[in-house]
């Protein structure tokens, strides 16, 4: 199974923020992987497909970036309902599979 | 507006069985290939399985720590996905949601809670 890994595991950062999160998949998986925001008691909510596509209704200020093996979320300026876990999951083998996650926290 | 609306969670015993359901509207469920995906308390999302449309096979694929255990299945006449579980072990506590979509899972249910304990 492909094993993706999302660093950091945890980040504080205020408002205004611009805030990275990385994701590495143990093998190549081309632009197959997605990026969803969670908040705490509900589901999950994707953001980007194919690596760098924003879903509809999506904020321009998640973007993201990669291929192959490297892959970048990037919130342009952090705002106050952007404080959330954020997991990347990669779409090109079975089984799927999730990273981590990343939990943005408040400064 | 596509809805999927999972129930059958509950409170059950290592070893016994549970049946989850997932009942979708909103797009033609027949063509959709549909997943289960859950979380542990505190812990991150784990994907359980899917299965194809039955134009594209109907089969189905199972992750390793609940393969045996668990079954996928779907009624496309009720638009319904189904999670038969198994053997259920304390390990397999977790929120358990169905979802579905493409190069991405767009749409998910709202969870339905499994608590396995003696």
């Known amino acids: 199974a492909i094993q993706l890994t999302q660093s950091p595991s945890s980040l504080s950062a205020s408002v205004g923020d611009r805030v990275t999160i990385t994701c590495r998949a143990s093998?190549?998986?081309?632009?197959?992987l997605a990026w969803y925001q969670q908040k705490p008691g509900e589901a999950p909510k994707s953001l980007i497909y194919?690596?760098?596509t924003l879903e509809s209704g999506v904020p321009s200020r998640f973007s993201g970036s990669g291929s192959g093996t490297d892959f970048t979320l990037t919130i342009s300026s952090l705002q106050p309902e952007d404080f959330a876990t954020y997991y990347c999951?990669?779409?090109?083998?079975?089984?799927?599979?999730f990273g981590g996650g990343t939990k943005v926290e408040i400064k | 507006e596509v809805l999927l609306v999972e129930s059958g969670g509950g409170l059950v015993k290592p070893g016994g069985s549970l049946r989850l359901s997932c009942a979708a509207s909103?797009?033609?469920?027949?063509?959709?290939?549909m997943s289960w995906v859950r979380q542990a308390p505190g812990k991150g999302l784990e994907w359980v399985g899917r299965?194809?449309?039955?134009?594209?096979?109907?089969?189905?694929d199972h992750a390793a720590p609940v393969r045996g255990r668990f079954t996928i299945s779907r009624d496309d006449s009720k638009n319904t996905l189904y999670l038969q579980m198994n053997s259920l072990k304390t390990e397999d506590t977790a929120v358990y949601y169905c979802t579905t979509g493409s190069s991405a899972f767009v749409y998910w249910g709202q969870g339905t809670r499994v608590t396995v304990s003696s």
């Open positions: 194919d690596a760098s």
């Open positions: 999951q990669q779409f090109n083998s079975y089984p799927l599979t």
């Open positions: 909103g797009f033609t469920f027949s063509n959709a290939w």
């Open positions: 299965i194809k449309s039955k134009n594209d096979g109907g089969t189905t």
């Open positions: 093998q190549g998986i081309s632009s197959a």
